[in-house]
């Protein structure tokens, strides 16, 4: 399984980014997708995730402004980032399961000026 992710970028805070994971195969049966971000010198965090199922989960630090979401016939699960703040600066990163096996893509920077 491979992974990329994209839609990193600069942002100025209050504005909004949408990140993109694209699967190499299907993932309409990856019981879970997540993304997590990692700032410097700190350990990579869940920041929200979706099952095969639909179910959402979310950090309590980005529930009401992130929106996690899939389309399986894209083979891509989305990340809508809303109201940004300095503390979302972080290199993202989505990861999946399938086949009872974890699979990471590369990361993609976000960094919300102030």
């Known amino acids: 399984v491979q992974l990329q992710a994209s839609g990193g970028g600069l942002v100025q805070a209050g504005g909004s980014l949408r990140l993109s994971c694209a699967a190499s195969?299907?993932?309409?049966?990856?019981?879970?997708m997540g993304w997590y971000h990692q700032a410097p010198g700190t350990q990579r965090e869940l920041v929200a995730s979706?099952?095969?199922?639909?179910?959402?989960t979310y950090a309590d630090s980005v529930k009401g402004r992130f929106s996690i979401s899939k389309d399986n016939a894209k083979r891509t699960a989305y990340l809508q980032m809303n109201s940004l703040k300095s503390e979302d600066t972080a290199v993202y990163f989505c990861?999946?399961?399938?086949?009872?096996?974890?699979?990471w893509g590369q990361g993609t920077l976000v960094t919300v000026s102030s």
């Open positions: 990861k999946v399961r399938k086949w009872l096996n974890d699979y």
């Open positions: 195969v299907s993932t309409s049966s990856m019981v879970f």
């Open positions: 979706i099952s095969n199922t639909g179910s959402t």
